[in-house]
């Protein structure tokens, strides 16, 4: 399924596309350094425990949103900018699928995300 083939590009490839999956993978090592680090930091000042839980549910509410922010802009050498809609100019190109399962992918990632915090 690729573009060049005139055929509906799959969700996968236009999350690659779209650098998705880096920005998650960064996203989860970033905030496993903020959390283990908000926890030796709260540990040794005697906080009190909401501290550390409402620094977990920050970062577990802001992956949503930066996948978000991936999946619409680009990190480019000139800046931030609108990620293109199409990933050709080939008129057989069609990402509605695509745009249609990474919304699907990304919303189901989030509520489980949200879910399986709230059951902890």
Do not use: H, N
Not at 43 to 58: K, N, Q
């Amino acid at each position: 399924m690729s573009p060049d083939s005139g055929r509906p590009v799959g969700p996968w490839e236009e999350l690659k596309r779209r650098r998705v999956f880096r920005v998650a993978v960064a996203y989860v090592a970033g905030s496993f350094a903020v959390v283990q680090a908000a926890d030796l930091w709260l540990s040794g000042s005697s906080a009190p425990d909401w501290v550390l839980r409402a620094v977990l549910g920050a970062v577990v509410l802001g992956c949503p949103a930066a996948i978000v922010l991936a999946w619409t802009y680009d990190v480019t050498s000139e800046g931030i900018e609108r990620t293109a809609e199409d990933a050709t100019d080939d008129p057989g190109y069609d990402a509605g699928p695509a745009r249609l399962w990474a919304a699907f992918v990304i919303l189901a990632g989030g509520v489980g995300t949200v879910l399986w915090t709230m059951g902890r």
